[in-house]
């Protein structure tokens, strides 16, 4: 029997436990700087402990293109420019503090967090739905970060879930 979205949360939480924050295969940039042109407006999150760190990622970026964060704003995401100046938002994550946002669908590429990912494209993420229903409709190219041992053989998908286009590790690219 497959497990649970829930059961499957609470390994993945019990995985996440004393990780470093590694950082993405260098094939990632690779694949943003070959598929997208200069200036393409691209969301990243901020990682929080246990995740893929996204620091160097958006430092090697950063002058290429637009780069875009969410923030929690109610029950849904506002993607903000990445600037240098940040508060602690509604999770305990880093948020931009930019009144400057985009349109979630004016992105060309959109890197999300994800608790564990299947070679379907199905995400795990924390429950809420955020990025599921800020990306419902989104034609973006939308990336995964996870560790190698967060990739699953199947993970339970409903109707509004949202699925990626790409898993990038800290050893390898996938395109689904």
């Known amino acids: 029997m497959t497990p649970t979205k829930s059961e499957l949360r609470a390994q993945a939480m019990e995985r996440r436990q004393g990780r470093n924050g590694a950082v993405p295969t260098p094939q990632l940039i690779e694949l943003l700087r070959r598929e997208?042109?200069?200036?393409?407006?691209?969301?990243?999150?901020?990682?929080r402990p246990g995740e893929l760190s996204t620091a160097s990622l958006i430092s090697q970026l950063t002058n290429q293109f637009q780069l875009y964060a969410p923030a929690v704003i109610g029950q849904n995401l506002s993607w903000r420019k990445l600037t240098n100046e940040f508060q602690v938002g509604k999770f305990g994550i880093d948020e931009p503090l930019s009144n400057i946002t985009i349109p979630v669908t004016e992105l060309a590429a959109v890197i999300i967090p994800a608790l564990a990912v299947d070679l379907a494209g199905n995400r795990l993420g924390f429950g809420g739905g955020y990025f599921d229903r800020n990306l419902a409709g989104v034609t973006a190219v939308k990336l995964a970060l996870v560790y190698d041992e967060d990739i699953l053989t199947k993970i339970p998908d409903e109707s509004h879930d949202v699925k990626v286009d790409f898993i990038a590790t800290p050893t390898q690219l996938i395109k689904i």
């Open 36 to 47: 997208f042109s200069p200036n393409s407006p691209i969301g990243c999150y901020l990682n």
